[in-house]
């Protein structure tokens, strides 16, 4: 009895990821571990993964759907991007996730005080 062999599938880590962000639910669960891991000492780390999110969806479309152009979106979402809250939140609602908050680790006494 002859048996086939298949061929296993190699796939780059870059493609790997892309494939996985088209999914909303791992989209949103890798955002929230790059805010987790480096919001505070690295904010262009989130500005980074937010930016792979709307490449995999779409840079052109969501671009066009929160009304800016494509360069204009690109630069909010650089290493050096700064966008507005409004953009920001725009951003994320076009790409289908939504942003939550939850008390940090350092937490502050009532009045600022520790």
Request: hydrophobic share 40%; no cysteine; charged share 30%.
């Given at each position: 009895?002859?048996t086939?062999?298949?061929?296993?599938?190699?796939?780059?880590?870059?493609?790997?990821?892309?494939?996985?962000?088209?999914?909303?639910?791992?989209?949103?669960?890798?955002?929230?571990?790059?805010?987790?891991?480096?919001?505070?000492?690295?904010?262009?780390?989130?500005?980074?993964?937010?930016?792979?999110?709307?490449?995999?969806?779409?840079?052109?479309?969501?671009a066009?759907?929160?009304?800016?152009?494509?360069?204009?979106?690109?630069?909010?979402?650089?290493?050096?991007?700064?966008?507005?809250?409004?953009?920001?939140?725009?951003?994320?609602?076009?790409?289908?996730?939504?942003?939550?908050?939850?008390?940090?680790?350092?937490?502050?006494?009532?009045?600022?005080?520790?």
């Amino acid at each position: 009895m002859r048996t086939e062999k298949k061929k296993a599938t190699i796939v780059s880590h870059a493609n790997g990821l892309r494939e996985d962000l088209k999914d909303p639910k791992f989209a949103a669960e890798y955002l929230q571990a790059s805010v987790e891991q480096s919001a505070i000492d690295m904010p262009e780390v989130v500005l980074e993964a937010i930016r792979e999110i709307a490449d995999v969806r779409g840079m052109a479309w969501v671009a066009k759907e929160i009304g800016v152009d494509r360069t204009a979106l690109y630069r909010m979402l650089s290493r050096n991007g700064n966008p507005s809250i409004r953009n920001f939140m725009a951003i994320l609602n076009q790409m289908g996730l939504q942003m939550t908050f939850k008390p940090s680790s350092r937490q502050r006494a009532a009045g600022g005080r520790e």
